[in-house]
């Protein structure tokens, strides 16, 4: 997974007195987790994993930071505006971090309470609807603040490493590159920002159920769960009016339960990773604000 805000090529043994002029090992294994990260395609199926493999990466770099030479060296070598830029990025990325956590959790309670809805109200068509109004405007309210942080990400790029000097700050903008990546592409999945229109999925999802194929067939074009769920509640509201018995609220109950296994996995990772930039940050603050 290439990224845009730094070289493939990594620039951790440049001179620089902020690392010793061997590399250390820690060093090494941060190249080698990059590289890890940058070949993983960006799919459905790879975000939790990359989630997981930032978190590998951030304690790696957190390592690295308590190492009292590296503290020494970054001192006394950053000036005031790299100082500035490097604290910038950190509350950047924790605040798309939190965002993201933020949504997850919001969607797993919606999906739990509409799932109950489904088992306790079982042909009761209205309350049914409004429970399924209430995930949809939730759904849309959460999409709001996804935007909003894909946006800050899209517009405040990291900054390149191509002409830093300092090897310390070198590795800190490479990782936070990788980074930008991977939440641009978990708010992506998020939101369902991909090339179909929704009308599109919508009318796909409804042929999929049809044809009593949705798990596979939605997998083989890469509808995700949340897409997917999106637009069968939104299908399952249509088809009220028009007493249409194909989409089978069973069909939607057994999405939600798929749905709620994602969000919570995703959560997971997303409060592990969290717990870790804020390390990053509460580290680079000890030794960068004095």
Not at 52 to 80: V, W
Not at 233 to 244: A, E, T
Not at 248 to 258: A, F, Q
Not at 259 to 269: A, F, H, R
Request: charged share 25%; aromatic share 4%.
């Amino acid at each position: 997974m290439a990224t845009s805000s730094s070289s493939p090529k990594s620039h951790f043994h440049a001179r620089s007195n902020s690392l010793p002029s061997r590399p250390h090992p820690l060093a090494s294994q941060i190249d080698e987790c990059l590289s890890r990260l940058r070949a993983t395609e960006t799919t459905s199926s790879s975000i939790c994993n990359n989630i997981i493999g930032l978190s590998d990466l951030y304690d790696l770099l957190n390592n690295l930071l308590l190492l009292p030479h590296t503290q020494q060296a970054l001192a006394q070598e950053c000036n005031k505006k790299q100082v500035d830029d490097v604290l910038d990025r950190s509350l950047r990325l924790m605040d798309v971090c939190g965002t993201a956590k933020d949504a997850l959790t919001q969607m797993k309670e919606d999906t739990q309470v509409l799932e109950s809805t489904l088992r306790r109200r079982r042909g009761d068509e209205s309350g049914v609807s409004n429970e399924v109004g209430a995930y949809l405007r939730s759904r849309k309210k959460a999409n709001k603040a996804i935007h909003k942080s894909l946006r800050v990400l899209k517009t405040s790029p990291c900054s390149s490493s191509e002409n830093e000097t300092i090897a310390m700050i070198i590795i800190l903008r490479e990782v936070e590159g990788v980074t930008y990546t991977i939440f641009e592409s978990l708010l992506s999945y998020l939101s369902g920002t991909k090339g179909q229109s929704y009308q599109s999925r919508w009318s796909l999802v409804s042929k999929l159920i049809h044809a009593k194929r949705v798990t596979c067939e939605a997998e083989a074009i890469e509808i995700n769960e949340f897409e997917k769920v999106d637009a069968a509640l939104c299908l399952l509201i249509g088809n009220k009016s028009r007493k249409s018995t194909f989409l089978n609220p069973e069909d939607v109950h057994n999405m939600l339960g798929e749905l709620e296994s994602c969000t919570q996995d995703l959560e997971g990772g997303l409060e592990s990773l969290q717990r870790r930039l804020i390390k990053t940050r509460v580290s680079l603050l000890n030794f960068l604000s004095h």
